[in-house]
């Protein structure tokens, strides 16, 4: 995790007055983040380094990702969209794309989260913008987090809580289930196979 400061450290550093850094930020010159508990500004050591010229523009593209488990509740899926443009316009951050899928979190095929995790492979894009983290995935988060990190790509995640509505998560829930009982059945039956194996193999011995 890089260094952060609070307004007044970071008007220290670069020599600017705490009203001069808010003013800029409304300005949208130099954008400051926000702290989700507090909403207080806060800046991190790349924005200084850019600051002093030592480190190049950012470059990539600012993606916006939305996800709903099924068609029933698109309604929320507008929702994420609303929210999610509305942090933008707060932190005055351009949206290259918006990506969206319907399907549910444990579900690694879906259509726009692979095209984004190519897209992230190919050093395409600067920071991905969630509502929330499950909307990513619904398990193995902190995979996907380091997996972006590496590619140099931020994660952003507007609230940082779990969005579980009941229907989705009694889906995924089922789909867990589902996927351990069709292992355990497996299982079962390579036991079986292999019992019987023996026993042919011992009734062939004897004869």
């Known amino acids: 995790m ?52 030592l480190k190049a523009p950012e470059q990539g593209l600012t993606i916006a990702y939305s996800r709903v488990s099924g068609i029933t509740q698109k309604p929320d899926l507008v929702n994420q969209t609303k929210a999610l443009e509305a942090y933008c316009h707060q932190h005055s951050l351009k949206v290259d794309e918006w990506m969206s899928d319907i399907g549910s979190g444990l579900n690694y095929k879906r259509k726009q989260f692979n095209r984004l995790m190519e897209m992230v492979e190919l050093g395409q894009v600067r920071r991905i913008i969630l509502a929330h983290r499950d909307r990513l ?33 009694v889906r995924d829930l089922i789909a867990i289930v589902t996927v351990f009982s069709a292992r355990l059945h497996g299982l079962r039956s390579y036991k079986k196979a292999i019992k019987d194996a023996a026993l042919q193999k011992d009734q062939n011995e004897r004869f």
């Open 2 to 53: 890089q260094n952060t400061y609070d307004i007044q450290a970071f008007g220290k550093r670069i020599g600017k007055s705490t009203k001069t850094l808010q003013k800029w930020d409304r300005e949208g010159k130099l954008v400051a983040h926000r702290s989700p508990q507090s909403n207080r500004r806060y800046y991190t050591h790349d924005q200084y380094l850019e600051y002093r010229g």
């Open 137 to 169: 995935v619904r398990f193995g988060y902190e995979y996907f987090e380091a997996f972006c990190e590496r590619h140099h790509t931020q994660l952003i995640v507007i609230n940082g809580e779990n969005h579980s509505p009941e229907q989705e998560l």
